[in-house]
């Protein structure tokens, strides 16, 4: 996808969010975001003769947590999208109009007011819960103190921006938002107070973080008990271990098809713990409809030629990448960091995950195409703007120059067969370079959350990052910051416990800029890019394309860029 | 009365060169040991093919790696070039020794020589944890079944507990366990990655296995008369035990010795085909079989080479242990076995 069109596209955002903090709302459901109110036309009409029958998913493993503000994986985030509402959503259409934010629970785009500070909603009305209760002011406003009571894990990176949330990070158990968040229930109105503008808040408010959940929730992770939704559906099951069957939430009455269209199967079954290759075979003949899991690699053949009419494969903006734990030897060591950049050769890791049609090398942070992506390849042979070859002369020198050769580092990977054969690779490359190097594979119900704790003591995970929203800060800032570094917590998604203090600085002023010049801004995000590459937290890896290979008797198959396939509306009928 | 020989008469063979003789007589047994020794010297030769006929690393990663097929340059890893274009495939058997015989693994290794490292592993493996089930089950057992007593029930418990659990069960929560940090007990160290954390884990889950029969065969030992006579007499024990007792009971656990050794190297597969058993980047037969799992529709041979090697290897063995067992235990084939 060419750069500006995503440049365009946050530019868009931005542009109507600030707009709207010059103009008043209506209540009349309308958007005063000249992306949402254009883009109506999009939004196909429902189509009953399809309606009915059970959609049948596969992943080799369940991913964890089923609430909202707590889990942060795609796999599940995907299946919110039909599930859960905030006050503002995406966009759920395919293509590249997937990236504007629509109102959802708000009537309409907020009222932007205090130099935009103040995002002021309102409430649409005759919204209940799947638990029968009525959506009111009160649930909003509570669902915003739990995104910290729960230790949302982008508690401190989306949301520390509210009034009154340094005091929740701190004191989770006991927050209060009195002065951040505030429901007037008479005029059916939520306001929320930021002590800076943030230009990307609307974004952070349409993830499933925000999501909306009825104020008498746990004030703590609900796990496997699934919590009241909004949506379409709702969870009637869940056994991580067995399978999660979300079936029609009857209270559910489409708002805004835009937002939160009314799906299509009555039910849908979600089974876990099948191999990659049997999830294949399923799909295959029928037995499944879909599976999450990246089709293993000797099958990827046979679903290109034979099974190529049920393959979707789409772009992602993603990268899949090697976090080195800056406070753990060796990778304490700036030049043992650099070393594994240079060494690891990054069109193997894309043979490994599938091919050149599946994945491209990567060099930087931020995807090609993302706001703020400079091409630029700081760690390829011979330099350049892409990636040539890796230089594994110039890694052995800067490990020997390191003195940490001869030491331990463990790779912790997933157990699905495309990680762990690029562990594997990742652990034959150290060895080279004169590590004594080991493997662990974890199943990926656990993985992502272990290798974000310190207490763990992980030296090299391999992990993946897909786009929160379209925007630069949501890599870098999300994933490198100071404030994503909670060391001894399960929420620590800067997984390298990088934190340079000068870098934290530069990114704020990048946010600070987005405000008045995205373009200025995206320069920045650019750079930074660069300098902290030039830091070597992480290792980029590959920018992944997405496979989604469903049955036949699948029909309606829609991409969103923001969430992916939209699960809710493929029909079975 | 004794009298020396006379000369020109030929003395008697010793009991193990009869028991030698007969065993070379067994036509199925020497079929077993000469496809062992072909297997042994395989794998002892593994280095050999690797460095001077393959010329490659089996344990290096060769995604990017390129081959000579019918004189042209190859990738180790094709990508594939119809339909949508997606997957790569390692490149299959080719035949020629010196390049990838048995074709590649999704790493671009080697599997001809992974294979012959792999015996060598899995061979290890199996005949270390064998002889060090068969040492240990017999200690336990001679003293157990001698001592008596409390000495007997203790042991005989603890035997009862091992026994009672599913043994590939306990094998993987203590590998599951061990894996984390290896083994530290006292003095014995053994590191996470180390072979010697499989075969210690699978002789000790065995020693159950050996130590009640042996235990069983000291039982009836200790009330002979030969032993009462000894006892009598005034000798120390341990000259009991190692004179009058382990002499009987020594070729009983020989016979084990073999199908230990293929039931280790079966357990030893198994574990490390459940990736809890040999670490990668060393190769076992079941971490081979594992890492072909992946590739079963494109490339089975990466699967069916060790998995016919195991099955070939653990067959020999248990044909040399009838052979041995008929050997030195002649009344064993009446009962029904050992």
């Not at chain 1, 003949?285 to 599976?291: L, R, V």
């Not at chain 1, 391999?462 to 399960?490: E, H, I, K, M």
């Not at chain 2, 890492?291 to 020999?316: E, Q």
């Amino acid at each position: 996808m060419p750069l500006f069109a995503r440049r365009g596209a946050l530019a868009a955002a931005t542009v109507a969010l600030t707009l709207t903090a010059g103009c008043s709302s209506s209540d009349s459901g309308s958007s005063s975001d000249p992306s949402a109110s254009s883009s109506g036309s999009g939004s196909s009409a429902f189509q009953p003769q399809h309606k009915g029958g059970t959609l049948k998913l596969v992943a080799h493993a369940a991913a964890g947590s089923l609430d909202p503000q707590v889990n942060y994986t795609l796999q599940y985030w995907q299946l919110y999208q039909s599930m859960y509402d905030g006050l503002l959503a995406f966009k759920k259409v395919g293509g590249d109009r997937s990236f504007t934010v629509v109102p959802d629970l708000a009537a309409a785009m907020p009222k932007v007011t205090n130099g935009g500070r103040t995002y002021t909603f309102t409430l649409r009305k005759g919204i209940t819960f799947s638990n029968g209760k009525a959506l009111t002011t009160d649930d909003v406003v509570a669902s915003f103190e739990r995104v910290f009571k729960v230790s949302s894990p982008t508690a401190g990176t989306f949301y520390n921006g509210i009034v009154g949330a340094d005091a929740c990070l701190k004191k989770p158990a006991s927050c209060t938002l009195p002065k951040g968040v505030t429901g007037d229930a008479g005029a059916n109105t939520v306001t929320v107070n930021l002590t800076a503008p943030d230009p990307e808040f609307a974004y952070k408010l349409a993830v499933p973080h925000a999501s909306v959940v009825p104020k008498d929730s746990p004030a703590k992770d609900s796990g496997t008990k699934p919590l009241p939704t909004t949506g379409p559906y709702m969870a009637a099951s869940y056994d991580p271990n067995r399978a999660l069957k979300l079936v029609r939430n009857p209270h559910f009455k489409e708002w805004s098809r835009e937002a939160q269209p009314q799906g299509y199967p009555d039910a849908i079954d979600y089974t876990f713990g099948q191999t990659v290759e049997s999830e294949v075979t399923a799909v295959e003949n029928g037995q499944a409809d879909w599976m999450y899991d990246a089709p293993p690699a000797d099958r990827l053949d046979e679903i290109g030629t034979k099974y190529a009419s049920q393959a979707h494969v789409n772009p992602l903006t993603a990268f899949w990448y090697a976090t080195l734990n800056v406070n753990m030897a060796p990778f304490d060591n700036k030049l043992a960091r650099q070393a594994i950049n240079w060494a690891v050769d990054r069109s193997a890791v894309v043979r490994l995950y599938g091919g050149t049609n599946l994945a491209s090398p990567a060099c930087t942070i931020l995807p090609p195409g993302f706001p703020g992506h400079v091409d630029e390849c700081a760690y390829t042979k011979g330099g350049g703007t892409t990636w040539k070859a890796a230089d594994l002369a110039k890694a052995k020198e800067l490990v020997k120059r390191s003195g940490t050769a001869g030491q331990e580092v463990g790779i912790v990977v997933q157990d699905d067969d495309v990680n762990k054969s690029i562990g594997q690779y990742l652990q034959s490359l150290l060895t080279q370079l004169g590590y004594k190097a080991t493997l662990k594979p974890l199943s990926g119900n656990i993985q992502f959350t272990y290798i974000q704790n310190t207490k763990n003591k992980v030296q090299l995970a391999l992990t993946s990052w897909y786009q929160d929203y379209p925007a630069a800060s949501d890599f870098l800032n999300v994933l490198l910051s100071c404030a994503s570094f909670r060391p001894g917590s399960d929420s620590s998604i800067n997984i390298s416990g990088f934190c340079d203090k000068g870098v934290d600085a530069r990114m704020r002023t990048a946010l600070t800029t987005m405000q008045t010049d995205p373009a200025a801004a995206n320069k920045q995000w650019g750079a930074l890019d660069q300098d902290i590459m030039a830091e070597s937290p992480v290792v980029p890896l590959i920018n992944p394309k997405m496979i989604d290979f469903t049955s036949t008797r699948v029909g309606n198959y829609q991409f969103s860029k923001q969430f992916y396939m939209l699960v809710g509306q493929l029909w079975v009928k | 009365m004794t009298s020396a020989p006379t000369p020109g008469t030929r003395r008697p063979p010793g009991p193990w060169r009869t028991a030698a003789a007969d065993l070379l007589r067994n036509r199925p047994a020497m079929a077993a040991a000469a496809v062992l020794l072909f297997v042994v010297l395989a794998s002892l030769c593994a280095p050999l093919y690797a460095d001077h006929i393959a010329h490659t690393d089996p344990f290096q990663s060769h995604v990017s790696g390129t081959t000579v097929v019918d004189g042209r340059t190859v990738p180790v890893l094709t990508p594939s070039s119809t339909g949508l274009g997606l997957g790569v495939t390692p490149i299959g058997p080719t035949w020629d020794p010196a390049h990838y015989f048995l074709g590649a693994d999704n790493q671009g290794r080697d599997v001809m020589a992974r294979l012959l490292y792999g015996g060598r592993t899995s061979l290890f493996i199996g005949v270390t944890a064998a002889l060090l089930t068969c040492v240990l089950g017999t200690a336990v057992g001679v003293v157990a079944g001698y001592a008596g007593g409390v000495v007997d029930a203790v042991i005989s418990r603890i035997l009862d507990v091992i026994w009672a659990f599913p043994v590939y069960l306990l094998a993987i929560c203590l590998s599951v366990v061990l894996l984390t940090d290896g083994l530290r007990l006292g003095p014995l160290r053994v590191d996470a990655g180390s072979l010697w954390l499989p075969v210690t884990i699978i002789a000790a889950i065995y020693v159950p296995y050996i130590a009640r029969p042996l235990r069983g065969q000291v039982l009836v030992l200790r009330n002979k008369e030969y032993i009462q006579a000894a006892v009598g007499s005034g000798a120390a024990t341990p000259r009991i035990l190692r004179r009058e007792v382990l002499p009987n009971v020594v070729p009983t656990a020989i016979v084990f010795v073999p199908l230990m050794t293929a039931l280790a190297m079966l357990t030893e597969s198994a574990l490390s085909f459940l990736s809890v058993g040999v670490q990668p980047p060393d190769a076992s037969w079941g971490t081979i079989i594992q890492d072909g799992l992946g590739l079963l529709y494109t490339r089975p041979a990466v699967t069916v080479a060790p998995g016919l090697l195991i099955a070939l290897t653990t067959a020999a063995l248990n044909v040399l242990g009838d052979g041995v067992r008929d050997t030195l235990d002649p009344g064993a084939r009446l009962r029904g076995g050992v």
